[in-house]
C-alpha cells in the first residue's frame, strides 16, 4: 500500500483547484470543514442528510410520486415544518415533511419522524449517566461532538432539562419496580433491610427465586424501620401476588419491629436473623480487649450444622457474659434461636453461609449508595423512593445466582415441613 503523506491530503482549497463540477467540489468542501470537527461530526452531518431522505421517500409511499396525479391517493404532501430529533443525548432541530389525509381532515404520522423523534433515548442515556455519577450541571460536558452547527441548534442539554428527564424516567422505574405481578415468581427467599440516605430511610425487600436468581421487590419510605413501613411493604408484595404458603425463608437484619410486621402479614414463616448484624451488636457492648475471642465463639456456634450443640453453645457464652457484660449477654439472648434457622432447617455449606446473613440485600442495597453518592439534599420521600429505586433496578442488571443455588430446592421442601409441622402443633392445641 502507497503511503500518503501529509501535504498529499486534499484540502478545502485543493478541492477548488481541482476541475470539477461546482456541486461536487461543494459538496466536497462540506464534508471536509465537517470532517475538521471530528469524525463522528461528520457522521451527524451525513446521517441528518440521510434522514431528509428516509422521510422524503416515506411520504413518496403513502402520497406517491411527485408531479403524478392519482385519483385514488388517501394523503397529500402539506409542505414542511420544524422537527425535533434525539441524537447524541440532545434534541436536534430537523426540517419534516407533513402528510394530510385526501379529505383535509386529519395529519397522518410518518413513522420514520415518530421514530427518531422519540426522546426514550435521551431519557434513557440521562438516566445512565446519572446513576453513573454525572451531575446536571456537567452533564453537557460529556455528550459526544456533533459539529458547530448542530450544536448550536441543539437543546435539552441544560441542568433543568436534564433533571426533568431523570426524574421522570426514575418515576416510571418506582412505577414499574412497585407493579411487578409476583403470581407466577416462585420465591424460596425473601430479604428485608434498610437503607439510611442522609436523613431519610427506605425499606428495602430482595428475592430469591427457587432457581438462585434475584429480583428487588419493592420498597418503601419512612422515617425509621418501624412496624408501620414493614407492614406497608409486606401488605403490598402480598397484594400483588406474593405467595408464601408454599414455604418461604425471611432473612432480615433483627429489627424487632419487623419480626412483628412479619407475624401480622405473613403469618408463621421461619425467619432467619443475619449474624452479622447480631456479631455487631453483641461486640459493641463490649471492650475491645474482649472482642476476639467473644468473636471466635459465635462464629463457631453458627458455622456448626448441629443445631442443638450450636444453641447449646450460645446459651453457655451468653451465661458467662451475664455478670461482666450484661448488656451483651442481653443482645445476644435476644432472638437467639432465630439466628440459627436455617441450621433446625438442616441447610448446610455455601448455602447455609449465604442466608445466614443479609449480605445479598446489603450488595444491593451498596450500589443504591453508590448510585446516589452525588446526592446532597434528599428533598422529599418521593426523591428518596424514586433514587432507590433507580439504584435497585441498576443493582439488577449486575446480579448473579447466590452461591449454593443449588441447594435451594431442599430448603424450600425444609420451609414447608417446618410450616406444616407449626400448623399441626396449632391444631393440636386448638383441640385441647
Known amino acids: 500500500m502507497e503511503t500518503v503523506s501529509r501535504e498529499q491530503v486534499a484540502t478545502s482549497e485543493a478541492i477548488e483547484a481541482i476541475a470539477l463540477p461546482p456541486r461536487v467540489q461543494e459538496a466536497l468542501g462540506e464534508l471536509v470543514s465537517s470532517a475538521k470537527e471530528g469524525l463522528l461530526a461528520l457522521s451527524v452531518g451525513v446521517g ?96 459526544e461532538p456533533v459539529g458547530s452547527e448542530v450544536e448550536a441548534a441543539a437543546r435539552s442539554t441544560s441542568r433543568s432539562a436534564v433533571s426533568r428527564e431523570f426524574v421522570a424516567r426514575t418515576r416510571e422505574n418506582l412505577l414499574g419496580l412497585m407493579s411487578r405481578r409476583l403470581d407466577d415468581v416462585r420465591l424460596a427467599v425473601l430479604m428485608l ?51 408464601t404458603g408454599q414455604g418461604v425463608l425471611l432473612v432480615i437484619d433483627g429489627a424487632k419491629a419487623l419480626r412483628k410486621a412479619i407475624d401480622e402479614v405473613l403469618g408463621p414463616v421461619p425467619v432467619q436473623r443475619c449474624v452479622r448484624h447480631k456479631e455487631r451488636n453483641v461486640l459493641d457492648h463490649l471492650p475491645e480487649r474482649d472482642r476476639p475471642p467473644v468473636k471466635q465463639r459465635l462464629r463457631r456456634a453458627w458455622a456448626r450444622d448441629d443445631h442443638e450443640r450450636a444453641l447449646g453453645e450460645l446459651r453457655s457464652l ?48 451498596e450500589i443504591v449508595r453508590r448510585t446516589s453518592r452525588n446526592v446532597k439534599r434528599w428533598q422529599s420521600g418521593d426523591m428518596c423512593l424514586r433514587w432507590t429505586a433507580a439504584g435497585m433496578l441498576e443493582a439488577e442488571r449486575q446480579f448473579r445466582k447466590i452461591i449454593g443455588y443449588r441447594d435451594l430446592a431442599t430448603l424450600a421442601l425444609a420451609v414447608e415441613r417446618d410450616l406444616h409441622r407449626h400448623q399441626t402443633q396449632e391444631v393440636l392445641l386448638t383441640l385441647v
Open 48 to 143: 441528518l442528510g440521510v434522514l431528509a431522505e428516509l422521510m422524503e421517500e416515506e411520504v413518496d409511499e403513502v402520497v406517491g410520486a411527485k408531479g403524478r396525479h392519482d385519483p385514488q391517493r388517501t394523503a397529500v404532501r402539506h409542505g414542511h415544518e420544524s422537527g425535533e430529533v434525539t441524537l447524541g443525548g440532545r434534541r436536534v432541530q430537523v426540517e419534516r415533511p407533513r402528510v394530510r389525509s385526501a379529505d383535509g381532515m386529519s395529519e397522518l404520522p410518518l413513522c420514520t419522524y415518530q421514530h427518531f423523534a422519540s426522546r426514550d433515548p435521551l431519557s434513557r442515556l440521562v438516566l445512565e449517566q446519572m446513576l453513573a455519577g454525572v451531575s446536571t450541571r456537567r452533564f453537557e460536558r460529556t455528550r
Open 193 to 243: 433491610d434498610g437503607i439510611e440516605l442522609k436523613g431519610r430511610c427506605c425499606l428495602v425487600c430482595l428475592g430469591i427465586t427457587s432457581d438462585g436468581v434475584k429480583i428487588p421487590l419493592g420498597l418503601w419510605d419512612g422515617s425509621t424501620e418501624n412496624a408501620t413501613v414493614a407492614r406497608e411493604l409486606l401488605s403490598n408484595l402480598v397484594s400483588r401476588g406474593l405467595d
Open 318 to 365: 451468653a451465661a458467662e457474659l451475664e455478670r461482666p457484660h450484661p448488656g451483651a449477654a442481653a443482645s445476644l439472648r435476644e432472638g437467639i434461636a432465630e439466628t440459627l434457622t436455617v441450621t433446625r432447617l438442616g441447610v448446610k455449606g455455601s448455602l447455609k453461609r449465604t442466608l445466614q446473613s443479609t449480605n445479598p440485600c446489603e450488595s444491593m442495597i
